[in-house]
């Protein structure tokens, strides 16, 4: 009897707790899209790169510049300063592929560093609906939809771009 009456009681609490929930659904990505704060963001990330590409370009003329002169001053060389020369220039040119593997990192570092306090303003503008509209889960879906079904009628993105004062055609 204690356990009809426990398992019971243990279904109507899951119950009670399903029908409490509320979930949701959110497009972070296509939001980030629509804000305007995104064309500065991506002019910074754009001149960042382009200082990026500068410095690289520097490296560059300088290697060629100091090989140029090798190739000139080569045979009145002794073979010490030949071989000075080699390795100042094969130091050279592995800071060239160095700072050529590590651009990459780079640049992904400054996108992640002005686009987080975008997606930041996002989060806190969901949160923000969600208390006010009794949500309990708002899931993220967008580029990395890894729902089987989402019912529109329960995707706030929309709304959140309304909320922050952004309209769409």
């Known amino acids: 009897m204690k356990k009809i009456i426990l398992s019971t009681f243990l279904v109507l609490c899951t119950m ?16 980030l899209s629509k804000m ?22 520097a490296k560059i003329d300088t290697y060629e510049n100091t090989l140029a002169a090798a190739q000139t001053a080569f045979e ?6 030949k071989q000075k020369k080699q390795e100042e220039l094969s130091g ?6 160095q700072f050529q593997a590590n651009g990459t990192q780079l640049v992904q570092l400054k996108q992640s560093e002005v686009v987080q306090p975008l997606y930041k303003k996002i989060g806190e503008e969901v949160a923000k609906y969600a208390k006010a509209q009794g949500y309990t889960q708002i899931l993220t879906v967008g580029n990395n939809n890894n729902l089987a079904y989402i019912d529109p009628a ?9 909320q922050m004062g952004i309209t769409i055609e």
Do not use: C, R
């Not at 009670?16 to 939001?31: C, E, L, R, S, Y």
């Not at 305007?36 to 370009?57: F, H, I, M, R, V």
């Not at 009145?76 to 300063?81: E, I, Q, R």
């Open 16 to 31: 009670v707790t399903f029908a409490q929930t509320k979930v949701g659904t959110v497009d972070a990505d296509f939001i």
């Open 76 to 81: 009145a060389m002794t073979d010490v300063d």
């Open 154 to 162: 329960h995707d706030i993105t929309i709304a959140v771009l309304s």
């Open 92 to 97: 050279m040119e592995t800071d060239i592929k």
């Open 36 to 57: 305007p704060e995104l064309t500065q963001a991506n002019e910074e990330l754009k001149n960042y790169n382009l200082d990026l590409e500068k410095q690289l370009k």
